[in-house]
């Protein structure tokens, strides 16, 4: 089993940029795929990137493409999830989530096994 640990959420301005990272333990990440969600008030949870433990590619949602990206040291057993050019869109909770299941794609909620905590996103002027 897997615990995972988010964090550096906080509040920005629109068009500015955070890091949020995604604290392992528990056992080895390399064998993991990764995924972030994120979640804004009276919505759905939604799948917004991942990092397959398949084909070492990482995946995005059309409404992040090109604005975020992620990444992972297995070495540390972290990921990251860089966000830039923050819109107010962006707003909410964001998890990162873990699975063995091989992972080509960003996933659904259900496709995920282990969750952290979240950690707090607000994009506003």
């Known amino acids: 089993q897997v615990q995972l640990v988010e964090s550096g959420g906080g509040l920005v301005q629109p068009g500015g940029s955070l890091r949020l990272s995604c604290a392992a333990s528990?056992?080895?990440?390399?064998?993991?795929?990764i995924g972030w969600f994120r979640q804004a008030p009276g919505k759905e949870r939604e799948g917004v990137s991942s990092?397959?433990?398949?084909?070492?590619?990482?995946y995005y949602a059309d409404s992040v493409q090109g604005r975020f990206t992620i990444y992972r040291d297995n070495s540390k057993n972290m990921v990251y999830l860089q966000m830039n050019s923050l819109k107010p869109e962006d707003t909410g909770v964001y998890y990162c989530?873990?699975?063995?299941?091989?992972?080509?794609?960003?996933?659904?909620?259900?496709?995920?096994?282990?969750w952290g905590q979240g950690t707090q996103v607000t994009v506003d002027s």
């Open positions: 989530a873990a699975t063995r299941a091989l992972m080509e794609h960003v996933g659904s909620v259900d496709e995920y096994d282990y």
């Open positions: 528990g056992r080895p990440l390399d064998r993991y795929a």
């Open positions: 990092s397959s433990n398949s084909d070492g590619n990482s």
